[in-house]
């Protein structure tokens, strides 16, 4: 199987989209000359044209309102933030228009369309520029939200977001598009709402997604010469949530810790320890442990920053409270 960038990925997964149905573009900053801010994009201007691959003003509010109207009028546009942080500049169309247009039509416009860019830290850039909203986005009846963490995961994930009906927030890092993963040729769709095991153990579970999920593999080989099996799950889709999957992977290991790229308030691991201590109290041998970012905006001093970010030695620790070691 061939081997290629988590940005390719991306660009192979809309290429094929746009081949299959003339009725799919690209809009965004950067998107078409310039190939993409993360080179997301490369070659597709060329080949579809500047009609399909659209280089947009710095105005989020107003080309995610028009990619709103044009999902009304049949199309399926992909939209790409430079960054989600400049997505709340248009969140007001994702949130009241996007989100609600398929029920306050009684089913009269479907809303075919994918919001797609970075998310969370990618280094020292600063607190307005470093922040995670997947939990904000799942917060809404009427959205899809996915954060990928592989190349594979990527493209078969947004080929799925591109062909729904619904909005789909689709979340990537900047810190990813260089990462290099196993991708096959052939056409293949990974359904969203599936969570998948990316390592499998009898110890503790341990679910997170995105790029941040890397420290919990390796938290997981640094345990594993301890004599200590954890299986980790990947969300892959943040809302619909696999619940069965983390479900019957307690009932299996009797603990649980939840890695996550956000604040700790009104997170995404919240929602998990909920439903785990409504569906499989009986099951937990242990407290669940939850492990976020300090719950301050994101600081750009290196020593900081270090602190802030969940790391490997985290999830080590969290794994041997739980495991009372």
């Known amino acids: 199987m061939r081997t290629i960038q988590f940005r390719e990925a991306v660009c192979e997964a809309m290429s094929e989209e746009m081949r299959r149905d003339e009725s799919v573009y690209l809009m965004g900053e950067e998107v078409a000359e310039y190939n993409g801010a993360y080179k ?92 995670a909203f997947e939990n904000w986005f799942a917060n809404t009846p009427g959205l899809k939200v996915v954060v990928p963490s592989t190349p594979y995961d990527a493209k078969g994930l947004l080929k799925a977001a591109i ?27 990974i359904p969203l709402g599936v969570a998948d095991i990316k390592r499998e153990g009898t110890d503790v579970t341990i679910v997170s997604f995105g790029k941040i999920i890397k420290e919990a593999l390796t938290a997981a080989e640094t345990l594993a010469t301890e004599g200590i099996s954890c299986e980790i799950i990947d969300l892959r889709t943040v809302r619909p949530m696999d619940y069965d999957c983390i479900i019957n992977s307690v009932k299996k290991t009797n603990r649980l810790v939840v890695l996550e790229e956000a604040w700790p308030f009104a997170s995404v691991a919240s929602e998990i320890t909920y439903m785990v201590q409504e569906r499989a109290f009986d099951y937990l041998d242990a407290p669940v442990q939850r492990i976020t970012t300090a719950d301050t905006p994101a600081p750009y001093s290196p020593t900081l920053l270090k602190e802030w970010l969940p790391n490997s030695e985290d999830v080590i620790k969290a794994v041997k409270k739980v495991l009372y070691k």
């Open 163 to 189: 062909r729904d009906n619904d909005p789909v927030i689709f979340m990537e890092s900047e810190q990813m598009y260089g990462d290099k993963g196993e991708v096959p040729d052939g056409e293949y769709i």
């Open 40 to 131: 997301a994009s490369k070659g597709m201007l060329d080949e579809f044209g500047p009609k399909r691959v659209i280089d947009t003003p710095i105005a989020e509010l107003g080309f995610a309102g028009i990619a709103v109207g044009s999902a009304m009028n049949g199309c399926r546009p992909i939209v790409e933030f430079m960054t989600f942080n400049f997505s709340l500049v248009g969140i007001d169309q994702i949130i009241n228009n996007a989100a609600k247009m398929r029920q306050m039509s009684a089913g009269q416009f479907p809303m075919p369309m994918v919001f797609r860019g970075p998310t969370a830290s990618a280094g020292q850039l600063g607190a307005t520029h470093s922040q």
